[in-house]
């Protein structure tokens, strides 16, 4: 059997909310589309573009194969266009929050599978799924951007 991209899905954890308690394990009844407008971050308002921001999103990878996927890698494989809008990434924990764990990850912007930064998501046997945080950072008095986006890549090594 092959792994088939039609069953890699992605997943929003349990609380969605924005802030400290943003996070918990994965929530199956809400699955990440790709293509769709603020699937991960919603858009960036004029004050926080004028004053900064940072923000944390926890996401989950499934795999719903029937076989294991072996030696998954993440990394970033297009970065957002807006100069000051930076993204990096982290692997989490299915319980961690933002205030427990994503505040004191160490994050990264791995730019290939071949980078030395490249995220180690090891392998998903049959519905096992991973935690992976998304750090937003937006730096003060940037220029506003529209449709800025970011696209995480996964594949086995």
């Known amino acids: 059997m092959a ?5 890699i899905k992605f997943y929003q954890c349990t609380t969605w909310t924005e802030g400290d308690s943003h996070g918990g394990d994965i929530n199956l009844s809400n699955e990440i589309t790709t293509g769709v407008g603020n699937n991960i971050f919603d858009d960036v308002s004029d004050a926080e573009r004028v004053a900064g921001d940072t923000e ?5 990878i499934r795999n719903e194969n029937a076989d294991t996927w072996a030696a998954v890698k993440a990394w970033i494989s297009s970065f957002t266009l807006a100069t000051n809008d930076e993204i990096s990434i ?4 299915p319980s961690g929050t933002q205030s427990g764990e994503a505040t004191g990850l160490t994050y990264y912007s791995p730019d290939s599978k071949g980078h030395a930064d490249v995220l180690s998501v090891g392998d ?3 519905n096992a799924y991973k935690a992976i945080w998304i750090k937003r950072v ?3 008095l940037g220029d506003g951007y529209t449709e800025n ?4 890549a996964f594949e086995s090594s």
């Open 56 to 60: 944390y999103r926890k996401i989950f």
């Open 3 to 7: 792994i088939l991209a039609a069953n």
């Open 138 to 140: 937006v730096t003060a």
């Open 124 to 126: 998903l046997a049959q």
């Open 149 to 152: 986006a970011f696209t995480l």
């Open 90 to 93: 982290a692997l989490g924990t």
